[in-house]
T-cell receptor, first 115, second 109 residues
Framework: NAGVMQNPRHLVRRRGQEARLRCSPM?????VYWYRQLPEEGLKFMVY????????ESGMPKERFSAEFPKEGPSILRIQQVVRGDSAAYFC?????????????FGNGTRLTVT | KNEVEQSPQNLTAQEGEFITINCSYS?????LHWLQQHPGGGIVSLFM???GKKKHGRLIATINIQEKHSSLHITASHPRDSAVYIC???????????FGTGTSLTVIP
């Protein structure tokens, strides 16, 4: 039973390019969360999705960032026109129910470096 | 004020010592989570608890809902326990976590 799979593990982009981060949740999990961790800082919530729906995107910057979780395929976090400040580790996590009722399973993260 | 406060921020222990990490929260919750982040960056969920005590190997987590306080204990600590331990509680909507700032633990052989 594979855990949460994130790819790529490392991603290098030049300023102005687009970054696409992928996350396949654990089998049977319909709740997906994206978190960002800046260097030497804690985890910060970005967005919470259930299949085909964005439930809460209050932690995601309004511009350049978008997320989706289509009916088929992985969840995608997309960052357009990346800037140096976007360099961070991006973690995806999934659960079978809401956070009140089930533990979170994390992927290994994607480390984005913007040069 | 943060919704979740952890202490200590940094902790160094000798191998074999008993370790306690504390977490206090200000929001009403139905469950609290303890996470472990290894030096390589991977994050593992250690416990989800809503009352009393849970034990897994050398790790013990307790929670007092009335006092809004939880503790994570490590018995017979080992260098491989060196990691950042994070306390997290769901928001009122259940849509996201409020995270503690983390406790960086180093266990010296």
């Amino acid at each position: 039973n594979a855990g949460v799979m994130q790819n790529p593990r490392h991603l290098v982009r030049r300023r102005g390019q687009e970054a696409r981060l992928r996350c396949s949740p654990m089998k049977g999990h319909s709740h997906v969360y994206w978190y960002r961790q800046l260097p030497e800082e804690g985890l910060k919530f970005m967005v919470y999705l259930q299949k085909e729906n964005i439930i809460d995107e209050s932690g995601m910057p309004k511009e350049r960032f978008s997320a989706e979780f289509p009916k088929e395929g992985p969840s995608i976090l997309r960052i357009q026109q990346v800037v140096r400040g976007d360099s961070a580790a991006y973690f995806c996590a999934s659960s079978s129910q809401s956070l009140d009722h089930s533990p979170l399973h994390f992927g290994n993260g994607t480390r984005l470096t913007v040069t | 004020k943060n919704e979740v406060e952890q202490s200590p921020q940094n902790l160094t222990a000798q191998e074999g010592e008993f370790i306690t990490i504390n977490c206090s929260y200000s929001v009403g919750i139905s469950a609290l989570h303890w996470l472990q982040q290894h030096p390589g960056g991977g994050i593992v969920s250690l416990f989800m608890l809503s009352s009393g005590k849970k034990k897994h190997g050398r790790l013990i987590a307790t929670i007092n809902i009335q006092e809004k306080h939880s503790s994570l204990h490590i018995t017979a600590s080992h260098p491989r326990d060196s990691a950042v331990y994070i306390c997290a509680v769901p928001s009122n909507t259940g849509n996201q976590f409020y995270f503690g700032t983390g406790t960086s633990l180093t266990v010296i052989p």
